[in-house]
């Protein structure tokens, strides 16, 4: 027996009613089990009567005081349902304390019992020590309740509200009664015992919620209210728990299953905080963990540190794997930063560091909350550490794929003590450019860092607007041939004269747009110009040389381009053989990639094809022959130290003699001077562009330009120098 129980029966003896002075109504058909439940109460002290049917307990309720019912659910005659309906009709036995016995465990017959009027329920085999801990408990309420007079209006309050159980505390929040209107789940019903404080009853975790509840339930007028949830087998039950004063001073305590809306609640935040694939948390709740982790660290004298993984190459392989193929992706990162700062740190021991939280803010963007950390180089280290394991490859289904992520570190002393300010330093280390800091793959923050990233996203706004509004134009630079300075062809080149900072050169902002994701519009933009300048050239009758545009890598990529470029060709009534295109060495690399299919079947078309800055990048010559190229641009690195550079020359000389080799055609970039093109002209490059034979101009001045004496004038300067 619990001292709980005990202590309950000899406060009942003390106060409320004895035992002996209790008097039980045994209702049952079956002799046997009369006899037993008289020997179990009478052990107890109380007195016992005995009816054999329904009609025979109403007789005895009729003429005898009864403190308390047991009755038996299915009896011949009047079953015990209907009994107990009957005895509710009558006033005076309203407030009699009813348990039904019945054989039938089921939900329904347990339901039906509390809708007809019973207080309580045993199932058949009775165990007696049970009922009699809940015969004491029913009659010592009643007992409370006679004596405090509870209303039915209270009846009614308790059941508009859906109540399962309705408890009566005292001032000391102990339980004074326990009225059981519907079955609670067990593993909450059980932590009520009556005369215990209900404070004591309640798992530690529940203790200051309810408390607070009980202060704000204990002033006039207002309720009270917290949820405490409780495990069972698999299970989680959960109880709404109100309190309400009551005119005596004592506390009403109503507990209501919520288990239904508590499971829904708990989707709802898992779905709204979790990551469904990776289980980390996502934007709402790692910020609020990073604020309560600032605060906490602020206390400590710690530092909290923010590392944040942002995956570069995203899209391309979004296009490259499927969806369950990125979901790998995502968990195998999630695994490498577990890993990373699993290694040989001590977390929550020694160095009393919080283990590390992942979170994932977006489908490319990781980031992990470094708490409690008292040497941010150990961080630091730990961060180089998780960025070297990032470079290794991923596998994805049985194939070893290349995910490119930049890893961007920042710490509350020079990052921010506000969480929001703090992960967003840590998002523009991410976006510094590599080399500008310390050096090493990760990128750390700095006040520097944050001034140069905001200029350039302060361009990348401009660039948008700008782009939108039609605000960048072409220029021209002709190419002409190296023997008799004719025009061969131009090349198109992008300006952007912009309002606020004037004239920004293509290779500052083509570099922004592509990381950006502007360079589609802005190689929109340029086709389409490009190519209505070269009807409207046509048109005119001017020259029809080819002009060249440059296309990066990812636009290459790109489903449809081939088409869309044709159409665009022929909507204009242009040749294919009027548009070169002109792609860095870097595209080319990937043997058996898309854009090199692209390019395969541009030129199959008839576009031609050039590979610019050769020589710069991943020269190796003998790979040429398998590609569809028909041009070679010597890079102008090259170009420009040719009267001066024996290395250079070679060089250039090399790139000459295997392009024709292999068939192709041979450009110099950049050409300054007149000696230049006489070194070029001996080692037989084919075509020259550079300032010497014209600089880039507007379309509208183009062939001005080239009447002019410039290119002529240098002509003779040739002939002279040659
Ligand atoms: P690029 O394709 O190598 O273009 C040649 C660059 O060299 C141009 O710079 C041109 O103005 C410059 N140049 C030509 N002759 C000389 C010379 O004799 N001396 C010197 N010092 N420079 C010369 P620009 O126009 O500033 O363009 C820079 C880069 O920006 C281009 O290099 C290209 O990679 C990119 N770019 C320019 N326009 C476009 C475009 O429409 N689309 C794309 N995707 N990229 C573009
Ligand atoms: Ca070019
Ligand atoms: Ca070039």
């Not at 007696?128 to 009846?155: C, P, Y």
């Not at 009270?224 to 001073?249: H, I, L, N, Y």
């Not at 159409?567 to 548009?579: F, T």
């Amino acid at each position: 027996m619990s001292n709980n129980y005990q202590k309950g029966c000899a406060r009942a003896a003390a106060g409320g009613k004895a035992a002996a002075d209790c008097h039980i109504l045994v209702v049952d058909d079956d002799r046997a089990l009369r006899f037993l439940a008289r020997k179990a109460f009478e052990s107890e002290g109380f007195t016992v009567s005995e009816a054999g049917s329904g009609d025979e307990a109403l007789a005895t309720l009729a003429v005898m005081s009864i403190d308390c019912v047991l009755l038996d659910a299915c009896m011949p005659g009047l079953s015990g349902f209907e009994t107990a309906e009957r005895i509710r009709t009558n006033t005076r036995l309203i407030n009699v304390p009813i348990v039904m016995a019945t054989g039938l465990d089921d939900e329904a017959s347990i339901e039906r019992a509390f809708i007809v009027g019973a207080n309580d329920y045993v199932t058949k085999p009775i165990n007696w020590q049970v009922l009699k801990k809940r015969m004491h408990s029913l009659i010592k309420q009643a007992d409370v309740q006679a004596r405090s007079g509870t209303a039915n209006a209270e009846i009614d309050f308790i059941l508009e509200r859906g109540a399962n159980t309705a408890l009566i505390l005292d001032g000391e929040g102990v339980i004074q009664s326990i009225d059981r209107y519907k079955p609670l789940p067990s593993s909450l019903d059980e932590l009520l015992s009556l005369d215990a404080c209900l404070f004591d009853c309640l798992p530690a975790e529940s203790r200051p919620g309810a408390l607070d509840a009980w202060r704000m339930g204990r002033r006039a007028e207002s309720k009270g209210t917290f949820v405490m949830a409780r495990p069972q087998g698999d299970r989680t039950f959960a109880a709404e728990v109100s309190f309400f004063k009551r005119e005596s001073g004592d506390t009403l305590c109503l507990i209501r299953d919520f288990t239904d809306s508590y499971i829904a609640e708990q989707k709802i935040y898992t779905l709204a905080n979790f990551d469904k694939v990776t289980g980390q948390v996502t934007s709402t709740l790692f910020v609020e963990q990073t604020a309560a982790a600032l605060e906490r660290d602020l206390v400590q004298k710690c530092e909290t540190c923010i590392c944040r993984i942002a995956v570069e190459n995203y899209s391309a392989l979004y296009d490259q794997l499927d969806r369950q193929g990125m979901q790998t992706v995502a968990k195998s990162i999630v695994q490498r930063i577990d890993m990373a700062f699993a290694e040989g740190c001590d977390w929550g021991l020694e160095n009393q560091l919080q283990h590390p939280l992942i979170g994932r803010l977006s489908d490319h963007e990781f980031v992990v909350l470094l708490s409690a950390v008292k040497d941010p180089q150990l961080i630091e280290s730990k961060v180089q550490t998780l960025a070297q394991g990032l470079l290794e490859p991923f596998t994805v289904n049985g194939y070893k794929v290349a995910v490119r992520t930049k890893v961007g570190f920042s710490g509350s002393a020079e990052g921010g003590h506000d969480a929001q300010t703090l992960i967003e330093s840590a998002r523009f280390a991410c976006l510094e450019e590599p080399g500008n800091e310390r050096g090493g793959l990760v990128r750390s923050f700095s006040p520097k860092v944050r001034e140069r990233v905001a200029h350039r996203t302060q361009i990348e706004q401009l660039l948008r607007r700008d782009l939108e509004r039609d605000r960048l134009h072409m220029h021209y630079q002709p190419k002409v041939s190296a023997q008799d300075l004719k025009l061969v062809g131009m090349e198109a080149l992008i300006r952007w004269d912009n309002q606020e900072h004037g004239a920004i050169s293509p290779a500052q902002f083509i570099p922004l747009a592509e990381r950006v994701g502007l360079i589609e519009p802005l190689s929109e933009f340029v086709i389409d110009a490009v190519l209505n300048q070269s009807a409207e050239w046509i048109n005119a009758g001017e020259v029809a040389v080819p002009v060249a545009i440059n296309l990066p890598g990812s636009l290459l990529t790109r489903h449809g381009i081939v088409d869309a470029l044709l159409q665009a060709i022929s909507k204009r009534g242009l040749m294919p053989a009027q548009l070169e295109i002109e792609v860095t060495e870097g595209v080319m690399v990937e043997r058996g990639s898309l854009a090199i299919a692209h390019l395969r079947q541009m030129r199959e078309m008839g576009i031609r094809i050039a590979i610019d800055d050769f020589g710069t990048g991943y020269s190796s010559l003998s790979y040429l022959r398998d590609l569809p190229v028909d041009t070679l641009k010597i890079d102008r690195s090259f170009v420009s130290n040719l009267h001066q550079d024996n290395t250079a020359l070679a060089i250039a000389r090399a790139i000459v003699s295997v392009g024709h080799d292999i068939g192709l055609q041979v450009v110099a970039e950049g050409v300054e001077n007149a000696l230049q093109l006489a070194r070029l002209r001996e080692i037989g490059c084919d075509v020259i562009q550079g300032y010497y034979t014209g600089r880039p101009v507007s379309a509208e001045g183009f062939f001005d330009a080239l009447n002019s004496t410039d290119v002529l004038g240098s002509a003779a300067d040739i002939r002279a120098c040659g």
